[in-house]
Structure formats: structure tokens, C-alpha cells
Nanobody, 124 residues
Framework: QVQLVESGGGLVQAGGSLRLSCAAS????????MGWFRQAPGKEREFVAA????????NYAESVKGRFTISRDNAKNTVFLQMNSLKPEDTAVYYC?????????????????WGQGTQVTVSS
């Protein structure tokens, strides 16, 4: 059973930074892909970024490219999302998710396991 636990959310002013973490457990994460998604009230869950456990290839949504950076620490089974230059429209619950295959799709249904989410609020 894969378990994912997010942390690092909070309240920040526009232009500020936050670093989210996703700690994974329950299996050996030597392959597959990890993604970050977000969901704002009244909106669908949307793709933010993804990374391969092996090799570290990444994929970003256009709305966060250049501001957010996804990375991983294989030894600690942890994936990070460094968020800089935050905007009020980045406000959402952020979720990490894992999939068996090493592809980096943007559709939520492609990911098998999900964390409980962490709230990010950016004030103007």
C-alpha cells in the first residue's frame, strides 16, 4: 500500500515562496512518476508538475513554468515543489500523486495513489 503525505502549505503574500514536500512510503520508489496537482474551490483538479523517480525528467504546466521547480530525494522517497513568485491565482489545495509507469502525463486519472493535500493560500 503506497502512502503519500504532503506538507509545507500555508499562507504567504504574493511574490513570496513556499516549499511543499511529499513523503512516500509503502514500496521501493525506484521507478514510476510523481506528480503535483492542485484544486481551487469550484474548479477541476489541474496538473502542476511531474518528475520521474529514475532519471529525474520533469514536466510543468505552462502557468507555473519558470516559477515552480519539482525535485526529488530518492534516498528519502520524497518529492518537493519549490514555489517562487507566488500569485493569488496559485491558491489551491495541492496534492501529490504517484503512478507505476514512468511517463509524466497531465491527466489526474493517470495517477494511482494520492495524498490528502495541503492548503496553499496566496494573499494579494
Amino acid at each position: 500500500q503506497v502512502q503519500l503525505v504532503e506538507s509545507g502549505g500555508g499562507l504567504v503574500q504574493a511574490g513570496g515562496s513556499l516549499r511543499l514536500s511529499c513523503a512516500a512510503s509503502g514500496r521501493t520508489f525506484s521507478s514510476g512518476g510523481m506528480g503535483w496537482f492542485r484544486q481551487a474551490p469550484g474548479k477541476e483538479r489541474e496538473f502542476v508538475a511531474a518528475i520521474r523517480w529514475s532519471g529525474g525528467s520533469t514536466n510543468y504546466a505552462e502557468s507555473v513554468k519558470g516559477r515552480f521547480t519539482i525535485s526529488r530525494d530518492n534516498a528519502k522517497n520524497t518529492v518537493f515543489l519549490q514555489m517562487n513568485s507566488l500569485k493569488p491565482e496559485d491558491t489551491a489545495v495541492y496534492y501529490c500523486a504517484w503512478r507505476y509507469d514512468s511517463g509524466l502525463p497531465r491527466e489526474p486519472y493517470q495517477y494511482r495513489y494520492w495524498g490528502q493535500g495541503t492548503q496553499v493560500t496566496v494573499s494579494s
